[in-house]
């Protein structure tokens, strides 16, 4: 293939070439993944079976939505899948902060404890926790307080975590992605071992995790090992890149419940919610996840590969094993932080004329610049790119719903960033 597209792509022909090397390189490491894929897509289709999916669950509801039947089996399936009691899977949580807040409020009450025990949460849970200047109800304004405990480098500070339950927290929260940190995920033995650990010392602490970017990574699922409550994002791993929009909580039918009654009022919880025809997306989008998280680790794995072999610094590393979907590439300049973006941009299928710049994101700190041309506004387990505008640069690279596509932006960033050495 030629015609004049490699040169229409700004793609270097020695990128493409540093990216066939790396794949063979790397092919041994995927075959884990791919088995983890098979398993999955298995047991979502066994789920799907189990409860008698039809033609008929994809109708349209309209107004309060009072049974909803699309709506119920895909609380019924995503309940099963993750190994919960109950599901919340709703077009009304606006995005995976919505889901995770949700089961905050759901839980927590005046003179309660919230302990993150994996240093600090996503950036955009920031907001949450503090008391506000506006009284916005934040659980600070509420009266709820927050304390963390960092990870080391080793993973979970088990003396620490001892030290910190003698406070008996009401809720024990943990993030199993990277987010803007230079750290592998947490797999789900590490969190399994937390969870255990913290049940042992502290039976009636409430145990949430953040699943955003981990879903179908590995077999097992935070709910399946302990968790009580777990939310993500439904325009990442478990949407497919079908869901146009929406959020999920899992877990034990109690805290789901309290979720809920947030999410509408107490009272009503569940029971409405007119889902106006989506769930068929969402459970199309369910069926293809484990093969779409499958090319964007293919994706992220290639990339580690290409990248450090250029003497890159990447977190995790091509040989780790891993627990989410971020491949974070140290790459030191603003300048190479700002071409790796607008690299993965231009190879967007949607909105590649667009330059991405940095700006003041809702929720985060620092300015950030995006790239994103993908096909639901914001989804990154569509082909995206992201960094924080501080020291040392770190590019989070994520998603790509094929590995095709996904290649494609990784030898545009390459291009892009060694021609500027050459
Ligand atoms: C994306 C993400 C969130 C927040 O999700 P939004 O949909 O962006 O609000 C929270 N935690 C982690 C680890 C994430 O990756």
Not at 111 to 138: C, K, M, N, Q, R
């Amino acid at each position: 293939m030629n015609d004049g597209f490699y040169e229409r792509m700004e793609i270097d022909q020695s990128a493409a070439e540093l990216v066939r090397k790396s794949e063979k390189k790397v092919a041994g490491f995927l075959e884990k993944q791919e088995e983890t894929a098979q398993y999955n897509q298995w047991k979502i289709v066994d789920a799907m079976q189990k409860y008698g999916l039809g033609q008929r669950h994809f109708s349209v509801s309209t107004g309060y939505g009072y049974g909803d039947e699309g709506r119920e089996i895909t609380e019924k399936i995503y309940a099963e899948v993750f190994g919960g009691e109950d599901a919340i899977v709703r077009p009304h949580i606006t995005s995976g902060t919505h889901a995770i807040s949700l089961c905050l409020y759901g839980v927590l009450r005046s003179g309660d404890e919230l302990l993150s025990v994996t240093g600090a949460p996503y950036d955009t849970i920031h907001s949450l926790l503090a008391p506000s200047e506006e009284d916005l109800g934040t659980l600070g304004d509420l009266g709820i307080t927050y304390r963390q405990l960092d990870l080391t480098d080793q993973g979970m500070d088990y003396p620490g975590l001892e030290e910190a339950l003698k406070n008996k927290p009401k809720m024990v929260y943990l993030q199993r992605s990277t987010g803007y940190a230079w750290r592998k995920a947490l797999t789900m033995d590490e969190i399994e071992k937390a969870i255990v650990r913290i049940k042992e010392i502290h039976p009636q602490a409430v145990v949430m995790v953040d699943n955003c970017y981990g879903e179908f990574i590995e077999k097992m699922e935070p709910t399946e090992v302990g968790a009580d409550l777990m939310a993500g994002s439904l325009i990442k791993n478990p949407g497919g890149g079908i869901a146009p929009t929406g959020g999920y909580v899992v877990g034990k039918k109690k805290w789901v419940a309290r979720a809920a009654a947030r999410l509408s009022a107490p009272g009503i919880g569940k029971e409405t919610g007119a889902t106006m025809g989506i769930s068929r997306q969402y459970l199309q989008g369910l069926f293809l996840a484990p093969h779409v998280v499958l090319q964007a680790l293919k994706t992220a794995i290639v990339a580690a590969e290409a990248f450090s072999s250029l003497g890159f610094q990447v977190c995790p590393k091509p040989e780790d094993d891993r627990s989410d979907i971020i491949q974070a590439i140290q790459l030191d300049e603003e300048e190479k932080l700002l071409r790796f973006c607008r690299a993965v941009q231009s190879a967007s299928p949607v909105d590649s004329y667009v330059t991405p710049y940095p700006w003041d994101m809702p929720g985060y700190e620092e300015q950030v610049v995006m790239a994103a041309g993908a096909f639901m506004e914001g989804s990154s387990i569509e082909l995206s790119a992201d960094g924080p505008m501080k020291a040392p640069y770190i590019v989070y690279l994520q998603g790509g719903l094929t590995y095709e596509h996904g290649k494609m932006g990784i030898i545009k960033a390459l291009s892009s960033l060694t021609r500027e050495n050459a």
